[in-house]
């Protein structure tokens, strides 16, 4: 069993869609992160929760809105994307925010058609 | 400039074979350094911390040069199962916080 569990691993959905990715660490670590990782681009910070809260928002579109109800859990809710949003997203936990390693989750891979 | 800069290779290289990755980064205030590595269609994992003085994890060794913004990965006597990208990742203190900031990774691929 992998530290840091995402759900689903594929997803597919059309531009007026509502769906939501899950994240889950089994690490009892402090923070929690949300990346995007497009094609042929390094990986993109979006979110930052540091003890559930938001700390960092990479000037993200509102139609991303990450959620983080506890320590062990974040939801990235997602609507009315477009096609140019599909890519790997990748949770990420590390043990506290800043300087220290982070521990990937296997990412979900989101198609908007 | 980018902040983590990396040559996207491909490396391609025999068995056996010793091959270096080069990585600049442009934030001299950078705090903390590390190699990931990335399988095909994987999810980045930790590969080795980077330290000042330079560190060694078997066939894998790390240097840093701080004057020169300059991160190195040496691995010797390459496996086929060191095929992979290898993403150089450094924490940049200030505006963003202590993050990991990414670069786009060297693509490694050992040949039989």
């Known amino acids: 069993e992998t530290g840091v569990t995402q759900t689903p691993r594929h997803l597919v959905m059309g531009m007026t869609n509502k769906k939501s990715l899950k994240c889950e660490q089994h690490?009892?670590?402090?923070?929690m992160y949300w990346y995007k990782q497009s094609a042929k681009k390094p990986l993109e910070l979006m979110f930052v929760?540091?003890?559930?809260?938001?700390?960092e928002n990479n000037s993200v579109p509102s139609r991303f809105s990450p959620e983080c109800p506890n320590s062990s859990h974040l939801f990235l809710h997602l609507h009315t994307l477009q096609p140019e949003d599909s890519a790997l997203y990748l949770c990420?936990?590390?043990?506290?925010?800043?300087?220290?390693?982070?521990?990937f989750g296997q990412g979900t891979r989101l198609t908007v058609v | 400039r980018k902040e983590v800069e990396q040559d996207p290779g491909p490396f391609n290289v025999p068995e056996g074979a010793t091959v270096a990755f080069n990585c600049t980064y442009s934030?001299?205030?950078?705090?903390?350094f590390f190699w990931y590595r990335q399988d095909c269609r994987k999810e980045p994992k930790l590969l080795m911390s980077?330290?000042?003085s330079g560190n060694e994890d078997g066939r894998f060794t790390a240097q840093l040069n701080r004057a020169s913004q300059y991160i190195s990965l040496l691995i010797r006597d390459s496996k086929l199962s060191d095929s992979a990208t290898y993403l150089c990742?450094?924490?940049?203190?200030?505006?963003?916080?202590?993050?990991?900031?990414f670069g786009k990774g060297t693509k490694l691929s050992v040949k039989p």
């Open positions: 990420a936990s590390s043990p506290g925010h800043g300087g220290t390693e982070a521990f």
């Open positions: 690490l009892g670590h402090n923070a």
């Open positions: 929760y540091s003890l559930e809260e938001r700390v």
């Open positions: 934030n001299s205030a950078s705090q903390s």
């Open positions: 980077v330290y000042s």
């Open positions: 990742v450094v924490t940049v203190y200030g505006g963003s916080q202590g993050n990991l900031i």
